[in-house]
């Protein structure tokens, strides 16, 4: 309960003050006026109550009938209605505030329902305040106000209260009276004068009065009092807040009282312990610290330790055994031993080097990712020729050798989010029959998270990649460090350095983390980083990882992986059976194509479990018992195509200046447009869209390259004195770099200024020069990829790429027409429309994904 006035002194203060300061309450205390016997209550009393009153407002206080209160007034137009009062009747009208925070309430701002008080003393204090104690008569109720300046008035009418005699009132008055002085007990700053002068009220209305100005209590609750008419209700309503207040204050008592024993028990244990010690030691038994000492002890010979770290644990095993318990150090020396002997020194799982049995659990829960599933079973394959010929050489190595064997493996998956590059770890440990252990390295920071902290650090503990051994309890696990790419770096280190000694094969068989300061063998870990993109990982650190690049899926391996993987894990997640809901083959490319436009398969499944969770509100319904979505069914249940196929490559490149390119980003291959416009002006050359430095080279190459072949090209050679170009590459908000998009400038800057539009079914990439040559670019592979998935059936590569055409998948090559440029010539012939504006078509893809220069040129 919230306290509103104080326990030993009653205070008030009107709307305008703050809170005077403690004064004794035989200076400002309450004054309860004893009725005597057989008198009758002061309704029945002749007060007279004048029809309007003025009316002062106080905040977070109620006055009753037949209690005395201190007030405190403040505000000028307070101290005018106090000084209009004094000189007259003294008698005001005193209502609470219903917010007790707000300065000068209003009419509307306050109880209807208040006591009718005369001042019986004044003190004019030397800060301008006025001291006030006011004796309250009578109930009265607010009819109206009157008046708002310079002080509130109102016309009010009293408000009887009934008194009842009965027994039950009798019962009330002494529960109330129990409750009240089992409170005065609880709080000791009651002063026993003002229990002693409450207790002997013998009007039940004026008891209630006197201990609901003594106790503490919410102003809502006190106002509820005063606007109650029966004596019966009044008492019932204070004995209930009484009982909350006891409950309050016992329970803080009891807490109290547990604090206080929680300490003598501390203090016993200790005398107990010291006697403890004394009876072991007459006994000859060790004490706690003594059995501590021998298990550590025992820990340590039964760990396998290597000779250093061994010997370290049995220096500082010693330490702690001349330490008292009580000391700092003990629990830094104890933790520092539980450490190094909780390490797996020599637990190891057994590897599971049954060749057809891993290649069975990599299909099973991954499709495609032939690369990896090759890697992984050569890996296992070596383990295990390298097992069964061990004993097979009897050569005798020197006891230095110039490099370590090699037992572990560390591979980098590189890819755009959701081709399953973290699912991949899992399923290698499976394979393996090794532990698999995940730990994210995305926005750490530090270097001490990798490396731990030094022992002089308060809190030090072990790094992550020590962390993570202890709770895989083996010494060659799976671990995966994911989101290499997104570490970062500060004022406190750079974590990428730190992990060059953890993934370096040549050295990580004497990891030192700085809180244990002892080697530790990490080459029987199999180490697996994931990142989306390779630039940001330090060099150093990429050339100790072998670098797998995971690519994105093409249509049919996305419908696969639906058919196979996605459906079944969707059905089960959202409570179906399987034979309560089944996807078609064209449902599933229909999401793919018009739902989805990612390398990975995370949206795809995504819109899988929407469409799963919509059959189930059917079923739930009673409106269907299964249901097989079709392609026309995949529009009810998921609404209108987000994407078109194919349509947006028509809708934008049916007009001349523009053209469709293709670039690699963290998340994929992406398919780009480059807009060309132009504008009356004079040798005016600007482009837009966050193009960095390496785009706007290559923007303005293509220019270069397109004026210096204005004359084949039909361009007059005033053209661009009289005119502004002005290259865009939507979408504005995202930046872009790189040179593989000045085949796309050029081709749409001839485009625009031939006025033949390049055609809908073809994107290109290659990076130009002045003299016109295509050079080679990276990423071929992801930007095929993202052109088939946008619709694209004829693809312009430079003719240095055509290796990398072998990387993609068969399908993927039958499907599409692959023009080898080698000079911007080639590829004007094959992306512009013929100049008649007909619809000349590219000839058809040969079986092997490759066209032959004949092809080529005439495209």
């Given at each position: 309960m919230t306290p509103k006035r104080?326990?030993?002194?009653?205070?008030?203060?009107?709307?305008?003050?703050?809170?005077?300061?403690?004064?004794?309450?035989?200076?400002?205390?309450?004054?309860?006026?004893?009725?005597?016997?057989?008198?009758?209550?002061?309704?029945?009393?002749?007060?007279?109550?004048?029809?309007?009153?003025?009316i002062l407002p106080l905040r977070g206080l109620v006055v009753y009938p037949q209690t005395a209160i201190p007030l405190t007034v403040g505000q000028p137009r307070s101290i005018k209605l106090v000084d209009d009062v004094v000189a007259g009747d003294r008698l005001i009208g005193l209502v609470a505030a219903k917010d007790p925070e707000m300065e000068t309430p209003g009419p509307d701002d306050v109880y209807r329902v208040g006591t009718l008080a005369s001042i019986h003393r004044l003190f004019r204090a030397p800060d301008g305040t006025i001291r006030l104690l006011v004796q309250g008569l009578a109930r009265i109720e607010v009819d109206e106000f009157v008046q708002t300046e310079p002080y509130l008035r109102a016309k009010v009418h009293p408000v009887r209260e009934t008194m009842e005699d009965t027994l039950e009132v009798e019962a009330l008055v002494r529960n109330v009276v129990e409750q009240f002085t089992r409170l005065a007990e609880l709080v000791p700053s009651i002063p026993g004068e003002l229990i002693s002068s409450a207790l002997n009220v013998e009007d039940p209305?004026?008891?209630?009065?006197?201990?609901?100005?003594?106790?503490?209590?919410?102003?809502?609750?006190?106002?509820?009092?005063?606007?109650?008419?029966?004596?019966?209700?009044?008492?019932?309503?204070?004995?209930?807040?009484?009982?909350?207040?006891?409950?309050?204050?016992?329970?803080?008592?009891?807490?109290?009282?547990?604090?206080?024993?929680?300490?003598?028990?501390?203090?016993?244990?200790?005398?107990?312990?010291?006697?403890?010690?004394?009876?072991?030691?007459?006994?000859?038994?060790?004490?706690?610290?003594?059995?501590?000492?021998?298990?550590?002890?025992?820990?340590?010979?039964?760990?396998?330790?290597?000779?250093?770290?061994?010997?370290?644990?049995?220096?500082?095993?010693?330490?702690?055994?001349?330490?008292?318990?009580?000391?700092?150090?003990?629990?830094?020396?104890?933790?520092?031993?539980?450490?190094?002997?909780?390490?797996?020194?020599?637990?190891?799982?057994?590897?599971?080097?049954?060749?057809?049995?891993?290649?069975?659990?990599?299909?099973?829960?991954?499709?495609?990712?032939?690369?990896?599933?090759?890697?992984?079973?050569?890996?296992?394959?070596?383990?295990?020729?390298?097992?069964?010929?061990?004993?097979?050489?009897?050569?005798?190595?020197?006891?230095?050798?110039?490099?370590?064997?090699?037992?572990?493996?560390?591979?980098?998956?590189?890819?755009?989010?959701?081709?399953?590059?973290?699912?991949?770890?899992?399923?290698?440990?499976?394979?393996?029959?090794?532990?698999?252990?995940?730990?994210?390295?995305?926005?750490?920071?530090?270097?001490?998270?990798?490396?731990?902290?030094?022992?002089?650090?308060?809190?030090?503990?072990?790094?992550?990649?020590?962390?993570?051994?202890?709770?895989?309890?083996?010494?060659?696990?799976?671990?995966?460090?994911?989101?290499?790419?997104k570490l970062g770096r500060d004022f406190r280190g750079d974590p990428a350095s730190a992990l060059l000694e953890v993934l370096d094969p040549e050295q990580n068989a004497e990891f030192r983390d700085h809180y244990l300061d002892v080697a530790f063998d990490l080459s029987d870990v199999f180490f697996i980083t994931t990142a989306n993109e390779l630039e940001p990982i330090p060099g150093p650190l990429r050339d100790r990882m072998e670098i797998i690049t995971l690519s994105g899926y093409t249509e049919r391996e996305k419908v696969a992986i639906a058919e196979n993987y996605l459906v079944p894990r969707q059905t089960r997640e959202n409570g179906l059976r399987p034979e309560e809901i089944s996807f078609t083959h064209e449902a599933l490319l229909a999401i793919v194509r018009d739902y989805t436009r990612e390398a990975g398969v995370r949206t795809l499944e995504r819109e899988i479990g929407r469409a799963a969770r919509k059959v189930v509100t059917r079923i739930a319904e009673g409106k269907a018992a299964s249901v097989n979505v079709d392609e026309k069914m995949v529009r009810e249940l998921l609404g209108k195509p987000r994407y078109g196929y194919r349509e947006e490559l028509q809708e934008r490149t049916n007009l001349p200046g523009v053209a469709t390119g293709l670039s690699v980003t963290a998340v994929g291959g992406e398919v780009l447009f480059v807009e060309v416009a132009r504008m009356p002006g004079g040798k005016g050359f600007q482009f837009t869209g966050q193009l960095g430095e390496v785009m706007q080279e290559s923007a303005r190459t293509a220019l270069s390259y397109v004026r210096s072949k204005a004359s084949e090209f039909g361009i007059e050679d005033s053209f661009f004195e009289k005119n502004d170009i002005h290259i865009h590459v939507p979408a504005g908000a995202v930046p872009k770099d790189g040179p593989s998009a000045g085949v796309t400038m050029a081709t749409a800057l001839t485009s625009l200024l031939t006025g033949r539009p390049t055609r809908s079914n073809v994107a290109m990439t290659g990076e130009i020069t002045l003299r016109g040559q295509v050079l080679p670019v990276g990423g071929i592979k992801d930007k095929v990829l993202a052109a088939h998935r946008f619709g694209v059936d004829t693809v312009i590569i430079p003719k240095k790429n055509e290796n990398d055409l072998d990387d993609l998948p068969e399908d993927v090559r039958n499907e599409l027409h692959f023009v080898l440029a080698e000079r911007v010539d080639d590829v004007l012939k094959a992306a512009l429309a013929s100049p008649d504006g007909g619809s000349q078509t590219v000839s058809e893809p040969a079986k092997n994904g490759r066209k032959s220069k004949k092809h080529k040129q005439h495209a």
């Open positions: 104080a326990q030993n002194v009653v205070k008030a203060k009107a709307v305008e003050m703050s809170e005077e300061p403690q004064s004794t309450r035989e200076e400002l205390g309450v004054k309860v006026q004893d009725t005597p016997e057989h008198e009758t209550s002061p309704q029945e009393q002749q007060i007279h109550v004048p029809a309007e009153l003025p209305l004026q008891l209630v009065y006197a201990i609901s100005t003594y106790i503490r209590i919410s102003l809502e609750d006190s106002q509820e009092i005063l606007e109650l008419d029966s004596t019966d209700a009044k008492l019932r309503r204070l004995m209930n807040i009484l009982t909350k207040e006891l409950e309050v204050l016992e329970l803080g008592r009891k807490i109290q009282s547990e604090a206080q024993s929680e300490m003598e028990k501390v203090q016993r244990e200790y005398y107990l312990r010291e006697q403890l010690k004394a009876i072991q030691r007459e006994l000859g038994e060790g004490d706690e610290q003594t059995v501590e000492i021998e298990e550590f002890r025992k820990k340590i010979a039964e760990s396998g330790m290597p000779e250093e770290a061994r010997k370290e644990a049995e220096r500082e095993l010693d330490r702690l055994s001349k330490l008292p318990t009580a000391a700092a150090e003990y629990g830094v020396i104890r933790t520092y031993l539980d450490w190094l002997t909780s390490l797996p020194w020599s637990k190891r799982t057994e590897d599971i080097l049954d060749i057809s049995n891993a290649r069975k659990v990599l299909e099973e829960d991954h499709y495609g990712l032939e690369d990896i599933k090759e890697r992984i079973l050569e890996f296992l394959a070596v383990r295990k020729l390298r097992q069964e010929r061990s004993g097979d050489t009897k050569e005798k190595e020197s006891e230095y050798t110039v490099r370590r064997e090699r037992r572990g493996a560390i591979l980098c998956f590189v890819g755009p989010p959701g081709v399953g590059k973290t699912s991949l770890g899992a399923s290698i440990a499976r394979a393996m029959g090794r532990r698999f252990i995940r730990m994210s390295l995305g926005g750490v920071r530090d270097e001490a998270e990798i490396r731990g902290f030094r022992r002089t650090y308060i809190g030090a503990m072990p790094g992550r990649i020590v962390q993570t051994i202890r709770r895989t309890e083996s010494r060659n696990p799976v671990i995966m460090l994911d989101e290499v790419d």
